[in-house]
């Protein structure tokens, strides 16, 4: 019974000594439907299916929108940001949560474009632990943006979007 005591009271003390953000956790879905106008529901790898004929979608970056990562190896869920500028063709600068460490809030994080196309398809993004942008390349869809798509108009896929369509759609 001590025992049992002890050990409630030594995980009740863990918990009030962690950080507020600690227990939040939040993750980039909830903090990008908080601070944008792009509201989806789903895990982020979900979010540009989910946007067909819903908001219209592309390639170019806007502030505002949603880019939104596909699911790799890494971000089994994907991942999901808002832009905050854009910088130039090829650099924005995103509004993002749970990248760097869990549930970390990260404002005016740079990513860069590195596909060969400059369709945003790849993307490398500032990663808070190396002070640096990340060696790894990140898939993405492309931008998701605010406002709804306009009735009766065709939604802008990405040309590398569309494989992982059909075989999402079957």
Not at 54 to 82: C, D, E, I, T
Request: charged content about 15%.
């Amino acid at each position: 019974m001590l025992r049992v005591a002890l050990a409630s009271f030594l995980a009740f003390l863990s918990l009030a000594l962690l950080p507020a953000e600690a227990h939040a956790r939040l993750q980039c879905v909830a903090y990008a439907r908080q601070i944008g106008e792009v509201q989806l529901s789903g895990n982020g790898r979900d979010w540009w299916g989910n946007a067909a004929g819903v908001y219209a979608r592309g390639a170019r970056p806007q502030a505002g929108a949603v880019l939104a990562f596909k699911a790799s190896g890494a971000m089994p869920y994907g991942h999901v940001a808002v832009v905050k500028k854009v910088v130039d063709d090829r650099h924005i600068l995103i509004d993002h949560a749970n990248w760097s460490a869990p549930g970390l809030i990260e404002r005016g994080v740079e990513v860069v474009d590195i596909s060969p196309a400059g369709d945003w398809s790849q993307v490398r993004v500032w990663y808070g632990k190396t002070r640096a942008l990340g060696l790894r390349p990140s898939p993405t869809f492309g931008f998701i943006y605010p406002g709804a798509a306009p009735s009766g108009t065709p939604v802008t896929v990405t040309a590398s979007a569309e494989p992982a369509l059909r075989a999402a759609n079957g």
